[in-house]
């Protein structure tokens, strides 16, 4: 941390992380498990950020990072030691954000900015036959290929104290995402009711876009004609302060799910949290 004045601050971070796992044929035998293999995992996440204090108005903080992994993982079967998973994969992520915070009075407040993120990823993976937990042949599968993708959004929320104890949060997102020219539009909007200094009533509505995952989106050129998939979110409930360092909060909450694509020989599973998982 480095402060440049008394109105620019400049951050820079740094995260390294090596992880190694050895499964061997003898340990998984032991344990009656079906598969044995070996897991090499290296990330790298380093940032700069810099916040700029515009005086007694508001303020930004814009940030630059790059993101480094390499994912090496092998894994055979027991029974016959043939090899079920061969993966070499490296991704880099070259990230720009800014957020600005303007307080245009007392009772209303702005928050705003816009972010781009652009993706290298390298994929070298083979996945052999099987059968999975319900009896279905699942085939071989081979994904190799060089995957570039560019993200950019802009953002905007409106914090309204419509009075002493009602607070009102109207907001909205417009994301662009390259590979499947798509524009999306996520609408939101929260609210804050305190019936005292301890309790008060919460709830939030809003639209939230996940985009592809590489790794699905590499197995097959027809997939940059797929819709972005997106969830609404309902969330409604109560928050009471029962001690200085207690709180306890009370939630219900709904989450529908739109464009999620299915596996039509695993309709069961999310397909999404497979590619994140491999």
Same mark, same amino acid.
């Given at each position: 941390v480095y402060n440049l004045s008394d109105?620019?601050?400049?951050?820079?971070?740094?995260?390294?992380?090596?992880?190694?796992?050895?499964? @061997?044929?003898?340990?998984?035998? +032991?344990?009656?498990?079906?598969?044995?293999?070996?897991?090499?995992? #290296?990330? &790298?996440?380093?940032?700069?950020?810099?916040?700029?204090?515009w005086g007694n108005s508001g303020y930004?903080?814009?940030?630059?990072?790059?993101?480094?992994?390499?994912?090496?993982?092998?894994?055979?079967?027991?029974? @016959?030691?043939?090899?079920?998973? +061969?993966?070499?994969?490296?991704?880099?992520?070259?990230?720009?954000? #800014?957020? &600005?915070?303007?307080?245009?009075?007392?009772?209303?407040?702005?928050?705003?900015?816009?972010?781009?993120?652009?993706?290298?990823?390298?994929?070298n993976a083979h996945y052999a036959e099987y059968f999975d937990n319900s009896g279905n042949l699942i085939p071989e599968m081979s994904v190799i290929k060089d995957l570039e993708t560019t993200k950019a959004g802009v953002f905007g929320v409106y914090h309204l104290q419509l009075a002493k104890k009602l607070t009102l949060s109207p907001g909205i997102r417009l994301d662009y995402f390259d590979y499947n020219k798509t524009t999306d539009i996520s609408p939101r909007i929260s609210f804050m009711y305190k019936f005292d200094e301890n309790t008060s009533l919460n709830g939030s509505a809003g639209r939230f876009y996940q985009t592809i995952p590489g790794l699905f989106l590499a197995q097959s050129n027809a997939f940059n004609k797929l819709k972005t998939p997106y969830a609404d979110h309902y969330i409604l409930g109560i928050s009471h302060l029962l001690s200085e360092n207690t709180r306890l909060t009370i939630e219900a909450y709904d989450k529908e799910y739109r464009n999620f694509p299915i596996d039509p020989i695993q309709p069961q599973f999310f397909v999404f949290d497979q590619a994140v998982e491999t």
């Amino acid at each position: 941390v480095y402060n440049l004045s008394d109105n620019h601050k400049l951050t820079v971070l740094d995260v390294f992380a090596n992880d190694y796992i050895d499964y @061997n044929y003898d340990q998984a035998k +032991d344990e009656g498990d079906y598969y044995y293999g070996r897991t090499k995992v #290296n990330t &790298n996440a380093v940032g700069v950020n810099w916040r700029y204090i515009w005086g007694n108005s508001g303020y930004s903080n814009t940030s630059f990072a790059h993101n480094y992994s390499l994912n090496d993982n092998e894994y055979s079967e027991i029974v @016959n030691k043939t090899v079920q998973l +061969d993966n070499y994969s490296k991704e880099h992520l070259f990230s720009f954000r #800014n957020v &600005n915070y303007w307080k245009l009075s007392e009772n209303y407040k702005l928050e705003f900015g816009v972010e781009a993120k652009y993706g290298m990823q390298d994929f070298n993976a083979h996945y052999a036959e099987y059968f999975d937990n319900s009896g279905n042949l699942i085939p071989e599968m081979s994904v190799i290929k060089d995957l570039e993708t560019t993200k950019a959004g802009v953002f905007g929320v409106y914090h309204l104290q419509l009075a002493k104890k009602l607070t009102l949060s109207p907001g909205i997102r417009l994301d662009y995402f390259d590979y499947n020219k798509t524009t999306d539009i996520s609408p939101r909007i929260s609210f804050m009711y305190k019936f005292d200094e301890n309790t008060s009533l919460n709830g939030s509505a809003g639209r939230f876009y996940q985009t592809i995952p590489g790794l699905f989106l590499a197995q097959s050129n027809a997939f940059n004609k797929l819709k972005t998939p997106y969830a609404d979110h309902y969330i409604l409930g109560i928050s009471h302060l029962l001690s200085e360092n207690t709180r306890l909060t009370i939630e219900a909450y709904d989450k529908e799910y739109r464009n999620f694509p299915i596996d039509p020989i695993q309709p069961q599973f999310f397909v999404f949290d497979q590619a994140v998982e491999t």
